[in-house]
């Protein structure tokens, strides 16, 4: 029995990484331009001694949503579109990309089309409701975040990350910058060169451009080597490998974000966090104690970015309130999240034969 994770762009495979490193499986990627990212991004990650490729890549197929009749097995998506499976031979789990506020694709008009949802907390259910969507009990599956089982059991070192940026001034507190992107009124072309310009005078800056924003990381670049800008180092979304978002986390000291899920994740850290605030209203209808805007200081373009750092840094005044809050958004996080959702997946798989 084979178990599938299925996605439209390469970020989102972030999510099953862990999943994959666990079990192995096929890739399923949207287009064939997604193929050749894929190819790129997750070379030397194949698990299968018996599959060998080029670059060892683990397999990849190429299908669109309504092509899938054909699959046998276990098929994790991370798309809020339908999937046009054989449900006798085929399970589907719903595992997302992302905790955000942000609505579903689509409006969440087929998140209650697949078989099974992976909820790595409480948030997720309470998105589904507000989409209209009343999953039964049974389909609803209670992991945690796998994500966080690195940051949780020790596995990533601050000073390795750092390493890996090139990060040389190691008295300075690290930033990290992770902005969302277009959708979502994301903030990096409002302020990555401003940030960029004023923090590094004070801090060390990690800019992690949202997936879709990565191809203006090389313009930043070259602006700021121009500008003898020191202190800034990038960290590119699309690189699952080298710079994962829990890498991100480990080495930064605080993050400053606008409407991504990120925001939520963070919480795995229990670091200060300052939001850029845009004004953005498409997004899900929250109770107040599972909305992080609740717990954070609002940038709005105007106040000395880097005392708002320094004070947060100095205060930690939400420090109490974020470790209530993580497992208000996430469940367990004991590091066991990927355990769970391998020893369901193989439950399923016997279900199947």
């Known amino acids: 029995m084979n178990t599938y994770y299925y996605g439209k762009q390469i970020y989102q495979f972030s999510y099953s990484k862990p999943l994959y490193e666990a079990i192995g499986g096929t890739f399923i990627v949207y287009k064939n331009r997604n193929w050749f990212e894929y190819k790129y991004y997750l070379r030397g990650l194949n698990k299968d001694s018996n599959y060998k490729s080029f670059m060892n890549t683990p397999p990849v197929l190429v299908r669109d949503y309504n092509q899938l009749n054909d699959i046998k097995g276990i098929l994790l998506t991370h798309s809020a579109r339908k999937l046009n499976t054989n449900p006798k031979i085929c399970k589907t789990i719903y595992l997302g990309h992302g905790s955000g506020d942000k609505v ?39 992991i945690g975040n796998p994500r966080f089982d690195d940051v949780v ?53 990690i800019i992690r451009p949202h997936y879709h924003d990565t191809k203006r990381i090389h313009k930043l670049n070259l602006w700021a080597k121009f500008k003898g800008i020191k202190n800034l180092y990038f960290s590119d979304s699309s690189d699952l490998i080298k710079a994962d978002t829990m890498l991100d986390f480990v080495a930064s000291d ?13 919480l795995i850290t229990g670091k200060p966090m300052i939001v850029a605030d845009v004004g953005y209203s498409k997004l899900h209808n929250m109770p107040n104690e599972l909305n992080i805007m609740n717990y954070v200081d609002l940038y709005h373009g105007t106040e000395d970015i880097n005392k708002m750092l320094t004070d947060a840094l100095a205060l930690q005044k939400f420090k109490k309130d974020y470790a209530e809050m993580l497992p208000r958004i996430f469940y367990y996080n004991d590091g066991k999240s990927t355990q769970r959702s391998v020893e369901y997946i193989h439950k399923l798989e016997r279900e199947l034969l």
């Open 104 to 142: 579903f694709g689509g409006k969440g008009a087929y998140m209650d089309s697949f078989d099974y949802y992976f909820l790595p907390g409480p948030k997720m259910r309470e998105k589904l409701i507000d989409v209209g969507k009343n999953i039964a009990e049974e389909r609803l599956i209670k």
């Open 254 to 266: 605080i993050m400053i974000s606008d409407t991504s899920s990120v925001l939520y994740e963070y």
């Open 153 to 205: 059991n020790g596995k990533i070192q601050k000073d390795d990350v750092l390493d890996s940026l090139g990060v040389k001034d190691r008295s300075k507190s690290v930033v990290l910058y992770a902005p969302t992107w277009r959708f979502g009124n994301g903030t990096f072309k409002r302020y990555a060169y401003k940030f960029a310009s004023e923090i590094t005078k004070e801090f060390n800056l």
